[in-house]
C-alpha cells in the first residue's frame, strides 16, 4: 500500500501533515521543520514527546540538525515553514535554510522493505563551496521509560571496542545508567532538580530504541567503523531529563562537493512487548530484542 497524505490543523502542532500506510501514522509539522511530531501504530500511544517548547514557542518532536567541521554544537533552522511533494514511494518535507551555509534540509518518508517506516534525512549543498559536516537527528519521548542501547562488539581483541561518553555533570555512578553486558539503559528523571543526563556510544550494532514498559520504538540505522564520527566517535547518543528523554543517531562526517547531497537513514518499528519492561532488568530486554 502506499503512503497517504492529508492536512490538518491539530491544536498542538498547528497546520501538519498526515502520512500514513494504513499501519503506522505520522503527524508533520508544516508551519516549521521538518519535524515528527507523532509515530502511532494501529491507534497505538503516540510516544514521541511533542509538548510545546515554552523558550521558541514551537512543538517538540523529531527533527534533524547539522555538526560542522571541529564543531559539536547541533544547528538546526526550523522557524520557516515546510514544503512537501510526493514522490514514487513516499513524500518529501523541505525546508530552507539561510544559516549557517546555503544548505537544504530535507526528510523523506516511505515505506521501509521489511515493514515499518524509513525516514531519510538530507542535506543538499547549495553553496559554491564544499562543506563538511555530520547529520544528526534526535528523538524525543515522554519521561515515563527508559532508553537502550546495545553494547558495542567489535572483534579485534587488541584494539578498544566500546566508546562511551559523558557529557559534563555527568556522573558514572547515576542511578539513572544502567550497565549490562549486552546494553546500556539509561532511566528517566524523577524531579526537575536532577541534573541532565547524556551519555554518547560508538554503537557498532547500529539500533537503539525507548520503552514505556510493553509500547517499544525502535530505530536502525547503519553504522561504519570505518568512519569519523562527531562527540568522539559516538553514532548513538542517550539523553534523561525532567520533562521529555531522547536519542540522537548521528551519520560520520561527509565533505559535500556544491550540488550535492549527504544522508542520514533510519528505519523506525514500534514493537509491542508482551512482558513489562523496565531499565533494569536485561534479561527481560534481551528476550524481546531476540523475538522481534
Known sequence: MSLIVNEINDSICG????????DMELIV?????????????????????NEVDEQYGRSHGHKMRITLERSTNGIYCDDLPVRYSPMT??????????????LELSMDI?????????IVHSVLNK??????????????FDNSGFVFVPQSNVPETEKPGRILTLWHGVSWTDPRLHFFNQYICVGNTENELQHRLKLGSNNTAG???????????IKRYVHSRSALYPFYSCST??????????IQTTSPFYRIAPGENARHVEYWTLPESE???????AAALDEFINSI
Not at 110 to 118: D, R
Not at 207 to 217: A, L, P
Not at 239 to 245: A, D, K, L, N
Not at 275 to 281: F, H, P, R, V
Open 237 to 246: 547518543i542517550a539523553t534523561s531529563e525532567f520533562r521529555h528523554m531522547s
Open 89 to 102: 514511494d513516499g513524500v518529501r518535507f523541505v525546508q530552507t535554510a539561510a544559516q549557517p551555509v546555503a
Open 127 to 140: 553553496s559554491d563551496d564544499y562543506v563538511k559536516l555530520s547529520i544528526y537527528t534526535e528523538t524525543p
Open 207 to 217: 539500533w537503539c530504541g525507548y520503552s514505556d514498559g510493553r509500547s517499544c520504538f
Open 29 to 49: 509539522s508544516l508551519d516549521y521543520g521538518p519535524r515528527i511530531v507523532s509515530v502511532t501504530k494501529g491507534g497505538s500511544k503516540n510516544l514521541i514527546y
Open 275 to 281: 512482558k513489562e519492561l523496565c531499565a533494569s532488568d
Open 15 to 22: 497546520h501538519a501533515a498526515v502520512v500514513s500506510d494504513g
Open 110 to 118: 516511505t515505506k521501509a522493505p521489511e515493514g515499518g517506516i524509513m
